[in-house]
């Protein structure tokens, strides 16, 4: 053991205990002799000090198996930038310092001074190793990526929707990413100094734009942002709040020429200019709802510039307004629905009955003019109550004798929304309808054993009032105690009633344009006193009739007590709700519409504008609106369906080429070839519980003759031009949603819409594309049965 008192004199003791702390660490770490620090061994005689350490400071063992020496490495920084120093200290200098990896993972001086690289390499941890003598300790220390910096970004001021930009500055990595207002934006890493970015402004257009360049991990990074600017055209839209259907845009500003605008991505026909503002034309959907974006678009389509306009309310939704429309009008017309759309289902009902009729008696009007007021006209609603009146109150013309029918027409029209009362008066009169059922010159007999004519007798209570049988209120009927149905009336009551419609006969002609083998069909019958059986009668077994009345005081008796049975209110009520909401209503809805036929809330009965309205509004016919189900709705018969076919696509006629088409399946207009009508009301579904009346006329023959007779429909006249659905929504997309929420009333079944793009997309030419999509549409039994 060395003796430090061999080494210094005692005359200088603050200098020889400098040298002695001195001459303790030489000796300690060059000889190894053991000093007060020195640590024990194991029993062994193995070193219990480990051979490295990568936290921050490391020691390490002699390579020769000696005492272990306590050799460390701190680093100033566990973790260093790319580009960055650190400065590493060894517990005991003069050792030789080295980076296992060479450049890529930086450098270090003998100083321990180390120097990180400019670029991350594939493993951010990198080892530095210190040697002294024969031993070795190593640290690690953890590489980050730069924190950038962003100078310049160019161009600054962006004047189209899409710009690539270079952004400039510092510390950039592969891995950079530009982001604009939060959003990662396509990168392209250039070099330690530049990025290429694309930025693309979407609507609604931001009003800052600010840009940052992030450096993912390790050590990830952001930069300051830099602000562009935007250099896009703006202005404003007049109206400021827009309704739907063809609208007119007014846009102010100083737009150039080779920029037009869009609603929603159609776009819009530019038509005029003026300093300040330009003026554009085109189609918002009227279905849309909340707001609308109207951009300005170049002839690449790109958006320089758009604005939010909000779309005005309505009272209902378009596709309620739809369904209504199948219902309260003649088919899916656009016009018509947009219209119930602003004012409501019941300010609509109270508005057509308001309208005139249609028909007139007084010109030679044609089956034409009536095809063309259920497209073109405003009537719409007492045309369908009158079409619905005909299924059961039914004229005989002969086909194609329209003269005939049109004063039938007429007639209805102008009673559709009066009282029931005189529906009835009308049929007794009407020598088309009391024609057929051989009144015109039923005279009284004066042999007990020679009745008059019984049919219109029997008929007007069998078909067009009350039915055979009695009813409950709500149309089921009524039973006797052995379960059998109860007759309405006996055969007392119809010899009686045929007495008391005696004395009538044709008027004489006046009217050339109405009159058929010398028949005047535009004027009533006419009485003959001369000729009615003016005795008492008895009627359903307790109405007695007095004698001494004339003709028309018999037949009003008769009708009154007609109105007053007990199955009239429930047989016309049903009946009613058959031809304008469902085939097959539920007992509960009958009811409701019965006690309103009863009583309107004012003490009359039979009030037909009460009635109608009650059934168009009922919460039975309004469930639909917003919870369609699979078993509601009626088939459209032949002329509805003409009708609803010629509303969709807007044909109206300018020649007498599709009077033809209701003929040709199963229904001629005004001749359904029986007294019964075209259908009966009580008609069951072939194999099913289901009455619903029109499929009677459903047969394998007309249904192929529909497909027929709409393709004629849709190809053979066009006297409007090109139709709205075609203009309006000129894409394959477009249509099919025209056609989901016009036709459909929004409930077109996915499958079918797959159907028709994929049928339609194949077809290039858009006209033959819209007929293709039409057909397919208007074919469908889900738009034959109206729900």
Request: proline letters at 8%; one cysteine or more; glycine letters at 8%.
């Amino acid at each position: 053991m060395c003796s430090t008192s061999q080494l210094f004199p005692m005359q200088r003791p603050k200098l020889a205990a400098v040298m002695i702390a001195t001459i303790v660490i030489v000796c300690y770490s060059l000889t190894g002799c053991a000093g007060p620090a020195s640590k024990p061994t194991s029993p062994s005689g193995a070193s219990s000090g480990s051979g490295s350490s990568s936290s921050g400071s490391s020691s390490s063992t002699s390579s020769t198996g000696s005492s272990p020496l306590p050799l460390t490495l701190t680093p100033q920084n566990p973790s260093v930038r790319v580009g960055g120093n650190d400065k590493i200290t060894a517990s005991t200098p003069g050792g030789t310092w080295s980076v296992p990896g060479g450049a890529s993972n930086g450098s270090i001086d003998s100083a321990g001074n180390y120097v990180a690289p400019a670029v991350l390499p594939t493993n951010a941890a990198v080892t530095v190793d210190y040697q002294l003598n024969q031993q070795t300790v190593s640290t690690t220390i953890t590489l980050l990526n730069p924190v950038p910096t962003l100078a310049s970004v160019s161009p600054a001021n962006l004047t189209s929707t899409t710009t690539t930009v270079t952004a400039s500055g510092s510390g950039f990595v592969p891995t950079s990413q530009v982001v604009l207002n939060g959003a990662a934006v396509p990168t392209t890493y250039i070099d330690r100094s530049h990025l290429s970015a694309v930025i693309t402004i979407t609507d609604p257009v931001p009003s800052d734009l600010n840009v940052v360049v992030s450096n993912p991990n390790p050590g990830a990074a952001v930069s300051s942002p830099f602000a562009l600017t935007l250099g896009l055209h703006t202005f404003q839209v007049s109206p400021a709040v827009l309704t739907g259907g063809a609208v007119t845009i007014r846009a102010g500003a100083a737009i150039p020429g080779n920029l037009h605008l869009s609603i929603n991505g159609q776009d819009m026909i530019r038509e005029a200019d003026a300093p300040g503002w330009t003026t554009s034309v085109g189609y918002l959907p009227p279905w849309l709802t909340g707001s609308v974006t109207v951009s300005l678009r170049d002839q690449d389509e790109s958006v320089w510039a758009s604005v939010q306009v909000p779309i005005a309310p309505t009272a209902i939704p378009f596709d309620v307004a739809a369904r209504f429309a199948t219902q309260a009008a003649l088919g899916p017309n656009i016009n018509v629905i947009q219209h119930i759309q602003n004012i409501g289902l019941s300010a609509y009902v109270d508005e057509q009955m308001a309208q005139p009729p249609a028909t007139q008696i007084d010109i030679h009007d044609t089956l034409t003019h009536l095809l063309t007021q259920a497209v073109d006209g405003n009537s719409l609603l007492r045309i369908r109550v009158a079409l619905g009146i005909e299924t059961y109150i039914p004229g005989e013309a002969w086909a194609g004798t329209y003269n005939q029918g049109i004063p039938w027409e007429a007639k209805l029209e102008a009673d559709a929304f009066g009282n029931y009362r005189q529906i009835l008066l009308d049929a007794l009169g009407d020598p088309n309808v009391a024609g057929a059922l051989n009144l015109p010159g039923n005279v009284a007999s004066n042999d007990p054993n020679v009745h008059p004519d019984q049919n219109l007798a029997r008929e007007i209570m069998q078909q067009f009032s009350m039915g055979s049988n009695q009813l409950n209120d709500d149309g089921t009927l009524v039973l006797d105690a052995n379960g059998n149905p109860i007759p309405n009336y006996d055969t007392n009551t119809i010899i009686d009633a045929s007495r008391l419609l005696t004395g009538w006969n044709y008027a004489t002609p006046i009217n050339p344009g109405f009159t058929l083998y010398g028949v005047d069909y535009s004027q009533s019958l006419v009485a003959n006193e001369s000729e009615h059986d003016s005795g008492p009668k008895t009627l359903f077994g307790n109405v007695n009739i007095p004698a001494g009345q004339t003709a028309e005081q018999d037949r009003q008796s008769f009708v009154e007590a007609i109105m007053n049975q007990q199955s009239t209110a429930p047989y016309v009520s049903r009946i009613l709700i058959q031809r304008l909401v469902k085939s097959n209503p539920t007992p509960a809805y009958v009811k409701r519409i019965t006690e309103m036929f009863r009583d309107n809330g004012h003490g009359v009965s039979g009030d037909m504008a009460a009635v109608i309205k009650a059934i168009l509004l009922d919460p039975e016919a309004r469930e639909g609106d917003t919870n369609p189900r699979a078993d509601d709705g009626v088939l459209q018969d032949p002329i509805l369906f003409q009708l609803f076919v010629q509303n969709a696509i807007h044909l109206s006629n300018t020649d007498d080429q599709p009077d033809y088409i209701p003929r040709g399946i199963g229904e001629s207009m005004w001749a359904p070839g029986s007294v019964f009508g075209y259908f009966r009301p009580g008609f069951m579904i072939p194999g099913t519980q289901i009455n619903s009346p029109e499929f009677q006329l459903f047969t394998t023959p007309q249904v192929i003759g529909r497909s027929g007779a709409l393709m004629w429909l849709l190809t053979g006249f066009n006297p409007n031009g090109i139709p709205p659905l075609e203009t309006n929504f000129p894409t394959l997309p477009q249509l099919i949603d025209a056609l989901n929420h016009i036709v459909y009333h929004g409930t077109m079944p996915q499958y079918e819409q797959d159907a028709i793009q994929a049928y339609c997309s194949t077809i290039q030419d858009p006209n033959q594309r819209f007929l293709a999509a039409a057909f397919i549409a208007l074919n469908s039994d889900n738009f034959s049965v109206v729900r």
